[in-house]
């Protein structure tokens, strides 16, 4: 999901705090993979637009630009 939406893996952690477990999302394990439901991704996806929306122009290039070069 990280790399689909360009959300950073540190954003998706702290996303996980407005979710409610077992139902948005379950986690396998210590250091292992944390499945997400289609709500959940939905809860996550929805929260990174909105701060899109709030962002300036210039964080928004400097977003894309960061993006570009990790590729």
Known sequence: MADEYNISRQTLHGRLKNLQEGI??????????????PEGVKKIV??????????????????????????
């Open 24 to 37: 948005e999302y379950r986690r396998l394990g210590e250091r292992q993979p944390i499945l997400l439901s």
């Open 46 to 71: 929805k929260s990174t637009i909105e701060d899109y929306e709030n962002m300036s122009k210039e964080e928004l290039i400097n977003i894309i630009k960061e993006g570009n070069k990790r590729k």
